[in-house]
């Protein structure tokens, strides 16, 4: 009888996204995972009870299939596959003491969708430029999938992305399971700079749904937020690209409307007189897009394209002007 392949995958971080990707991963019988969580009381937990304390605390994770760790390079050191699943501002720390030798030979799959703060670049370019990764060997996990729907095993799809065909079809297989199709698709800069900036549209979203706006405003904001998108990646990386994919529109729509989404919820905090800091420690798990605006911003500073949604979130969240009188303005300039 021929044996499922084996697959080594190391999962690096505690938080939603990564209990679910661990629980989809672990649903392969030829998939062993390492799970590193940053905390050890985490960790106590999950190895006494096989469920996640703080996210998702319903998903059992199997011990036979899952091996928690506290120390990153146990997790990552027999793995051909590492997935990177912790927020962009924050995966810097984990992986300070690693070397580019601790990579050498391994595929690196990132989950997060965000920029790495200050230095303003996508996780696969920090990854190439930090660790020395060929850029082959890299992938994204991206399409539109909210971890909670995952613990619900709601039918999900995933578009997995890479400038390496083969490394995008092989990921895209891996992570299929009962509940969950992955694609593969060779844009790995649209979709990855998509992912990043449809979170700074679902907090304009939260923010117009805290003033007030209705439905009727967020679809033209939505609408012209794909737009937006499609200009700043063009300028970027110009290519033919189909936008109303799902790893471009499929994602933009489930983030701005999605009861589960957490830049929406941020935004619409925002919008209903938080400040940032309330609206962070309330929230308790991280809005993506805060840190994105600051980051696609700068880039456009250069670039010179018209943003005037991204532009709108910047001046509320960085230059502390009241979201009704920056909506109010914004208004004029969509179609
Ligand atoms: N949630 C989802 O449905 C999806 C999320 N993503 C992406 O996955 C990535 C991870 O997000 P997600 O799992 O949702 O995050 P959550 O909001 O669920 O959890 C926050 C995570 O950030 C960590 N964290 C918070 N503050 C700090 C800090 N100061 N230093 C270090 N770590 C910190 C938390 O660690 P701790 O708990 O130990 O404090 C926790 O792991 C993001 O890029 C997101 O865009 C992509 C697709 C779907
Ligand atoms: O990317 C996501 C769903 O596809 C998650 O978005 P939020 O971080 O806004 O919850």
């Known amino acids: 009888m021929k044996q499922p392949s084996l697959h080594k995958i190391a999962v690096i971080g505690g938080g939603s996204w990564a209990t679910a990707?661990?629980?989809?991963?672990?649903?392969?019988?030829?998939?062993q995972v390492r799970w590193w969580l940053r905390s050890q009381?985490?960790?106590d937990h999950i190895?006494?009870?096989?469920?996640?304390?703080?996210?998702?605390?319903?998903?059992?994770?199997?011990?036979?299939?899952v091996k928690v760790c506290?120390?990153?390079?146990?997790?990552?050191?027999?793995?051909?596959?590492?997935?990177?699943?912790?927020?962009?501002?924050y995966i810097e720390e984990p992986l300070q003491k690693l070397?580019?030798?601790?990579?050498?030979?391994?595929?690196?799959?990132?989950?997060?969708?965000?920029?790495?703060?200050?230095?303003?670049?996508?996780?696969?370019?920090?990854?190439?430029?930090?660790?020395?990764?060929?850029?082959?060997d890299i992938c994204v996990i991206a399409g539109p999938c909210h971890a909670e729907e995952?613990?619900?095993?709601?039918?999900?799809?995933?578009?997995?992305?890479?400038?390496?065909?083969?490394?995008?079809?092989d990921f895209a297989k891996i992570i299929t399971c009962r509940y969950v199709t992955a694609h593969p698709l060779a844009d790995l800069y649209g979709v990855e700079y998509a992912a990043v900036m449809k979170n700074i549209v679902a907090l304009a979203c939260g923010i117009t749904y805290?003033?007030?706006?209705?439905?009727?405003?967020?679809?033209?904001m939505v609408s012209n937020a794909?737009?937006?998108?499609?200009?700043?990646?063009?300028?970027?990386?110009?290519?033919?690209?189909?936008?109303?994919?799902?790893?471009?529109l499929g994602d933009l729509l489930v983030t701005a409307y999605s009861q589960f989404s957490r830049n929406r919820l941020f935004g619409n905090m925002i919008g209903r007189g938080y400040s940032v800091k309330a609206a962070q420690v309330e929230m308790k798990m991280v809005a993506e897009g805060y840190f994105a605006t600051k980051s696609i911003h700068a880039i456009n500073q250069q670039l010179g394209v018209s943003m005037p949604i991204t532009d709108a979130v910047y001046r509320i969240l960085y230059e502390g002007i009241a979201p009704g009188l920056v909506m109010n303005e914004l208004k004029a300039q969509l179609r």
Not at 70 to 89: C, E, S, W
Not at 109 to 114: C, D, L, R
């Open 210 to 220: 805290g003033l007030g706006y209705g439905d009727n405003f967020q679809a033209v």
């Open 21 to 31: 990707l661990v629980k989809i991963l672990s649903e392969q019988t030829g998939n």
């Open 99 to 136: 070397k580019p030798a601790d990579f050498s030979g391994k595929r690196i799959v990132s989950a997060i969708k965000g920029m790495i703060p200050e230095v303003n670049l996508l996780v696969t370019d920090w990854m190439e430029e930090r660790f020395e990764v060929p850029l082959g």
């Open 70 to 89: 506290g120390k990153i390079k146990d997790a990552i050191r027999d793995a051909n596959y590492i997935v990177l699943a912790v927020p962009a501002a």
């Open 47 to 65: 190895r006494a009870y096989h469920h996640n304390p703080r996210y998702l605390s319903d998903v059992f994770h199997s011990p036979k299939k």
């Open 150 to 169: 995952v613990a619900l095993e709601k039918q999900s799809y995933l578009t997995i992305a890479s400038t390496n065909p083969e490394c995008a079809a």
């Open 41 to 43: 009381a985490d960790i």
């Open 226 to 248: 794909m737009q937006e998108i499609r200009r700043f990646v063009t300028a970027l990386d110009p290519r033919e690209r189909e936008m109303s994919a799902s790893a471009y």
